[in-house]
């Protein structure tokens, strides 16, 4: 299995507009990320977590021909924007795209996506499949495993998600011990660190190596990072942690 980073920023992406800080001058390639989504691909099936305004760049940036599921932690502009761009693969496929959220989540894009459930659809609109799941999901595309992880970004629940060994939980802020449970001897965690101070909504950088430390997979990669986290090269991280970086492909 192997999964790409397409995206690692927050919902500003970095650099941001109009910003005139370090981070958002460097030069350095790993300080440069758009907004935060995962491209998960088995044998010859593939599927992302979330959609987000960058959607459309990203699949470019990484060749994605073929496209089997979306999986959206919730439905925060920067997570799910994206989701008109899934009608290539909905012309080139033939078919309309599984799209995996919350219900809640989906009452939400029925307004948001008015357009797209509408009785009589403007021709060459996104069409998609809609499979409603919850932090007790657990489910199969095609050969790839995906376990759903009840999350907190603040008040709201959202979802994270294990692949076998893997799991990936953006914008949290709190996980409950019972799902914790869910997050037990992993290969790879990637989590959301998004910067040195406090939050109310998103773990900072402190409080992801305490959570870390608790549930000690064996490495870790930090991602949802701002630009007030300073330049990738200067962050000092203890052995096992690195900061993600936008095109970062982990193999399994």
Same mark, same amino acid.
């Given at each position: 299995?192997?999964?790409?980073?397409?995206?690692?920023?927050?919902?500003?992406?970095?650099?941001?507009?109009?910003?005139?800080?370090?981070?958002?001058?460097?030069?350095?390639?790993?300080?440069?990320?758009?907004?935060?989504?995962?491209?998960?691909?088995?044998?010859?099936?593939?599927?992302?977590?979330?959609?987000?305004?960058?959607?459309?760049?990203?699949?470019?940036?990484?060749?994605?021909?073929?496209?089997?599921?979306?999986?959206?932690?919730? $439905?925060?502009?920067?997570?799910?924007? /994206?989701?008109? %761009? !899934?009608?290539? #693969?909905? =012309?080139?496929? @033939?078919?309309?795209?599984?799209?995996?959220?919350?219900?809640?989540?989906?009452?939400?894009?029925?307004?948001?996506?008015?357009?797209?459930?509408?009785?009589?659809?403007?021709?060459?609109?996104?069409?998609?499949?809609?499979?409603?799941?919850?932090?007790?999901?657990?489910?199969?595309?095609?050969?790839?495993?995906? $376990?759903?992880?009840?999350?907190?970004? /603040?008040?709201? %629940? !959202?979802?994270? #998600?294990? =692949?076998?060994? @893997?799991?990936?939980?953006?914008?949290?802020?709190?996980?409950?011990?019972?799902?914790?449970?869910?997050?037990?001897?992993?290969?790879?965690?990637?989590?959301?660190?998004?910067?040195?101070?406090?939050?109310?909504?998103?773990?900072?950088?402190?409080?992801?190596?305490?959570?870390?430390?608790?549930?000690?997979?064996?490495?870790?990669?930090?991602?949802?990072?701002?630009?007030?986290?300073?330049?990738?090269?200067?962050?000092?991280?203890?052995?096992?942690?690195?900061?993600?970086?936008?095109?970062?492909?982990?193999?399994?």
């Amino acid at each position: 299995m192997k999964i790409t980073l397409l995206g690692t920023g927050t919902s500003q992406g970095v650099p941001v507009i109009g910003c005139n800080c370090e981070v958002c001058r460097s030069t350095d390639p790993k300080d440069s990320r758009l907004r935060v989504s995962i491209l998960v691909e088995h044998r010859e099936d593939a599927l992302v977590v979330d959609v987000g305004p960058d959607f459309r760049q990203q699949m470019l940036r990484a060749g994605v021909k073929k496209l089997d599921a979306v999986l959206l932690t919730h $439905e925060h502009n920067d997570h799910i924007v /994206g989701l008109d %761009d !899934i009608r290539p #693969f909905n =012309f080139r496929q @033939l078919t309309d795209m599984p799209i995996y959220c919350m219900s809640r989540v989906l009452d939400d894009l029925k307004i948001r996506f008015a357009y797209t459930f509408a009785e009589s659809r403007y021709p060459g609109v996104p069409r998609f499949d809609w499979k409603v799941i919850d932090s007790s999901s657990a489910f199969k595309i095609g050969h790839i495993s995906v $376990e759903c992880i009840g999350l907190k970004h /603040g008040s709201l %629940d !959202i979802l994270g #998600f294990r =692949f076998g060994d @893997l799991a990936y939980c953006t914008d949290v802020k709190t996980v409950t011990n019972e799902q914790k449970k869910k997050l037990h001897n992993l290969k790879v965690l990637i989590i959301g660190a998004l910067h040195h101070d406090a939050h109310h909504a998103h773990m900072n950088l402190h409080e992801a190596l305490e959570f870390i430390e608790e549930i000690k997979p064996a490495r870790t990669y930090l991602t949802h990072i701002s630009h007030h986290m300073g330049k990738a090269s200067a962050v000092k991280l203890p052995a096992g942690v690195e900061m993600a970086w936008d095109g970062l492909c982990i193999e399994l």
